[in-house]
């Protein structure tokens, strides 16, 4: 059974930072693509960052490019979100979701490419 948490969020004031963490269970955890995507009050969900099955690709919103960065993380099943230099805009739910196999050499901001999804962690950005 495949289980994605999020961790990591919380309230920052605007410039600062946070580093969300998704953990996945399941096997060949190293076979799909991630991606974080954020859904703040009244606005629907959005694509945030994305990397591929090896680390090797990324892509970003345009919002957060060269503020967020997206990794694996050195402990297995494990994939960040270092989040820097925050804005209020940034105040949202985030969600960490994995790719289908068909996907894993992508690193993509369509949802429909992302089978499995976490319950969230909400990042709040005050002025």
């Known amino acids: 059974q495949v289980e994605l948490v999020e961790s990591g969020g919380g309230a920052v004031q605007a410039g600062g930072s946070l580093r969300l963490t998704c953990a996945f269970t399941g096997r060949s955890w190293s076979s799909y693509g991630m991606g974080w995507f954020r859904q703040a009050p009244e606005k629907e969900r959005e694509f945030v960052a994305a990397?591929?099955?090896?680390?090797?690709?990324?892509k970003f919103a345009n919002s957060v490019e060269g503020r967020f960065t997206i990794g694996r993380g050195d402990a297995k099943n494990t994939v960040y979100l270092q989040m820097s230099n925050l804005e209020i805009e940034d105040t949202a739910i985030y969600f960490c979701a994995r790719t289908t196999t068909w996907y894993r050499d992508t690193a993509t901001d369509d949802p429909n490419a992302y089978d499995y999804w976490g319950q969230g962690t909400q990042v709040t950005v005050s002025s």
């Open positions: 990397i591929n099955w090896n680390g090797r690709l990324t």
